[in-house]
């Protein structure tokens, strides 16, 4: 079955940028999609298709994908970004499955 | 504005059945393919099926471990989704997500409910 792999934790200075990873083989040549999840909420999607961001999302949000790994950055880290952040991909090399990220939790310092 | 409402969790014991409903406004529930993703406590994101729109014959895919198990399926007339779980073990505790995948190939989910508490547990 697919993997998608992310670092557990990053940190990052307010104003700062923060770049989580999401590693998988050849995750180039799918779609990545990117949620936030804060405590006790449900999750919200921040990037969808690779880079493209649903209304409402900051400018801030951004992501790229190629080669085995694609990426989120939120850039001009505020307090309010401090939360989990999971990848996530169709794989369709078997059936046709969901695929979530191990995860990424951001701290604002 | 979109809303899916998860009903049907609760406390319930290894080997036993349990049922979960999502009943969704806000758009026309029949166009749609609705997922199932579930958090246990502490842990990340794992999905656990979802069931196609029926103009894509309405079939369903499941992940391994629930595989057997469990069953989803849909009234278009309610605008209800269900997910049937049986057999449930203590691994199954979880916060159950209904969600709403959105248009298009290898689509977003677009649209999550708040959740509801599943616990096995004799």
């Known amino acids: 079955s697919y993997v998608l792999t992310q670092p557990p934790s990053v940190s990052v200075a307010p104003g700062k940028t923060a770049r989580i990873t999401c590693g998988g083989n050849?995750?180039?040549?799918?779609?990545v999609h990117w949620y936030q999840q804060k405590p006790g909420q449900a999750p919200v999607l921040v990037i969808y298709?690779?880079?493209d961001r649903p209304s409402g999302i900051p400018e801030r949000f951004s992501g790229s994908n190629s080669g085995n790994t694609a990426t989120l950055t939120i850039s001009r880290v505020e307090a309010g970004d401090e939360a989990d952040y999971y990848c996530?991909?169709?794989?369709?090399?078997?059936?046709?499955?969901?695929?979530f990220g191990t995860g990424t939790k951001v701290t604002v310092l | 504005e979109v809303q899916l409402v998860e009903s049907g969790g609760g406390l319930v014991q290894p080997g036993r059945s349990l049922r979960l409903s999502c009943t969704a406004s806000?758009?026309?529930?029949?166009?749609?393919?609705m997922s199932w993703v579930r958090q246990a406590p502490g842990k990340g994101l794992e999905w656990v099926g979802f069931?196609?729109?029926?103009?894509?014959?309405?079939?369903?895919e499941y992940a391994a471990s629930v595989k057997g198990r469990f069953t989803i399926s849909r009234d278009d007339s309610k605008s209800i989704a269900y997910l049937q779980m049986n057999s449930l073990k203590t691994e199954d505790t979880a916060v159950y997500y209904c969600?709403?995948?959105?248009?298009?190939?290898?689509?977003?989910?677009?649209?999550w409910g708040q959740g509801t508490l599943v616990t096995v547990s004799s």
């Open positions: 969600t709403r995948e959105g248009r298009g190939s290898y689509a977003p989910i677009d649209y």
């Open positions: 806000g758009f026309t529930f029949g166009d749609y393919a």
């Open positions: 069931i196609r729109s029926k103009a894509y014959g309405g079939t369903t």
């Open positions: 050849n995750i180039g040549s799918k779609s």
């Open positions: 298709y690779d880079s």
């Open positions: 996530q991909v169709w794989d369709s090399s078997s059936d046709h499955r969901c695929v």
